[in-house]
Structures are given as structure tokens and as C-alpha cells.
């Protein structure tokens, strides 16, 4: 059964951090690409980082320069440092790992409140 966990979300004031991490399991990691999502209330899901299974990172012109993603192989384990965080970054951010349209997986997503 393959499962994606996502945890690290919470309310942060805006210029502030955050690191979150979603751990898989059920899946060859390394053949993944592994992305994270973020959905704000009555907006489309929106595509924020990517790190592919081979190949440079990609980013939202949103969030490049103050998001990172990162991955570790042998933990299963995708990461996302948000830094110098904004209030229009608030949305719930959801792990996706996909090798194929076949084997596309989302995890529960995990709430990031960006508010004073």
C-alpha cells in the first residue's frame, strides 16, 4: 500500500519559516518524482517544486528564491524549506510522487498559515 505522509505545516507569521517533509512508503522512491502542490481556499491546485528522479529542481516564479526542495533517497523522504514566508502562501501543501500517469500518488496534505 503506498502511503505519503506529509507533516512540518502550521501557522508562521509572514517573513517567517517553515520546513516540511513527506515521508513514502509502498514505492521504489528513487524512480519518483516527487513534487509538492499547494491548494489555497477557491483557488486550482497549483504546482510549487519539483525534483525529478534524475535532473534539476524546478520552482513557481512565486516561490523561487525562497523555497527549496530536497530529497532524501534512503529515508524516502522529500523536504520543502519555505523561507521568507508570505500571507498568499497560505494554502494547504500536498506531496506528489509520480513515475507514470499509471503510478501517480498524492498524500493528505498538510495546512501552512502564513497570518500575524
Known amino acids: 500500500q503506498v502511503q505519503l505522509v506529509e507533516s512540518g505545516g502550521g501557522l508562521v507569521p509572514p517573513g517567517g519559516s517553515l520546513r516540511l517533509s513527506c515521508a513514502a512508503s509502498?514505492?521504489?522512491?528513487?524512480?519518483?518524482?516527487m513534487s509538492w502542490y499547494r491548494q489555497a481556499p477557491g483557488k486550482q491546485r497549483e504546482l510549487v517544486a519539483v525534483?525529478?528522479?534524475?535532473?534539476?529542481?524546478g520552482y513557481a516564479d512565486s516561490v523561487e528564491g525562497r523555497f527549496t526542495i530536497s530529497r532524501d533517497n534512503a529515508k524516502k523522504t522529500v523536504f520543502l524549506q519555505m523561507n521568507a514566508l508570505k500571507p498568499e502562501d497560505t494554502a494547504v501543501y500536498y506531496c506528489?510522487?509520480?513515475?507514470?500517469?499509471?503510478?501517480?500518488?498524492w498524500g493528505q496534505g498538510t495546512q501552512v498559515t502564513v497570518s500575524s
Open positions: 525534483m525529478p528522479s534524475r535532473g534539476s529542481s
Open positions: 506528489n510522487a509520480r513515475a507514470s500517469r499509471q503510478f501517480d500518488f
Open positions: 509502498g514505492i521504489i522512491f528513487s524512480i519518483y518524482d
